[in-house]
């Protein structure tokens, strides 16, 4: 409950007799200068208000609902919501508990045969609520009419197929791959047979266990899914000859790396070479 400064009257009752000054009762008026409870106490009186309200930071007189709730103030279960009514609040089980909401207990629909699970299913109590699942040799969600024979169940296609349950049958398909009718499949080598996506002006194809992937090639790197050449990169070789001042060489360096020495000056710790020359 709470309370705020005192309210003083003026009003006060003289004696004419002996002059004695007597309290005035500002409580007893009607209307009394309160909402709900007024205290009378010396030269003046206190409001305050009843559970579930709280007193008006504005006049101090009249009373304000409190939203136990949003305040979170409610004793409610913790498997209950609360609902703010005027003065007070209310708690109510959800769904799948049951009690007076202030303290709530879960429905077992498994044991008390409320579920609706398939005939060839298991139900599984939850809190607050339950699960289904298709009994073995059986395939669905589980809820009612939803469990059919799983055919799959022994896993008749090839190691490299999938099985595909239907209403009354199955059927088997051979994985990316691979080829055949599900109940044998052979691997093909998409790299031979032309089958793969690579751009083979950037990547070759290369085949591994069951399927292929894209390479870059050689002297290329892939950076952000696009192959760059690399500082330096060696993709054939050419025959140069290196002149200079005191000697004529001939040897192989990277074709690409001759292309941009070519027509070239270039020096070292032997001499001063005048060009390099691409044959």
């Known amino acids: 409950m709470l309370q705020f400064p005192t309210f003083h009257s003026r009003i006060t009752i003289t004696s004419i007799i002996d002059h004695s000054t007597v309290d005035a009762d500002e409580c007893a008026a009607k209307p009394g200068p309160c909402e709900q409870i007024c205290d009378n106490i010396l030269g003046g009186y206190e409001c305050s208000c009843r559970k579930g309200y709280s007193l008006s930071l504005d006049d101090r ?9 949003e305040l979170n103030t409610h004793n ?11 003065g007070s609040f209310q708690c109510n089980c959800t769904d799948g508990y049951y009690g007076d909401g202030f303290n709530c207990t879960d429905v077992n629909e498994c044991e008390e045969d409320t579920h609706d699970c398939d005939t060839h299913a298991t139900c599984h109590d939850n809190n607050g609520g339950y699960s289904c699942t298709c009994n073995p040799g059986w395939t669905g969600s589980g809820e009612m009419h939803t469990c059919s024979v799983s055919y799959c169940e022994n896993s008749p296609c090839h190691t490299f197929a999938d099985c595909i349950d239907g209403d009354e049958s199955y059927v088997c398909v051979c994985q990316d791959g691979f080829v055949g009718n599900g109940y044998e499949c052979t691997f093909v080598d998409a790299c031979e047979a032309g089958l793969h996506d690579c751009d083979m002006a950037e990547y070759v194809c290369v085949r591994n266990q069951s399927s292929y992937y894209c390479q870059c090639l050689e002297g290329y790197e892939e950076v952000n899914g696009t192959c ?3 500082s330096y990169p060696v993709i054939r070789y050419q025959l140069l000859i290196e ?3 005191n000697a004529t060489k001939t040897f192989v360096i990277p074709m690409l790396l001759a292309l941009t020495l070519k027509q070239a000056t270039c020096a070292n710790a032997t001499g001063i070479f005048r060009r390099w020359i691409l044959l």
């Open 61 to 69: 007189t009249t009373c304000l609902d409190e939203d136990e709730c």
């Open 76 to 86: 409610c279960d913790e498997n209950a919501f609360c609902t703010n009514t005027e």
């Open 228 to 230: 760059k050449g690399q």
């Open 243 to 245: 002149m200079s001042m």
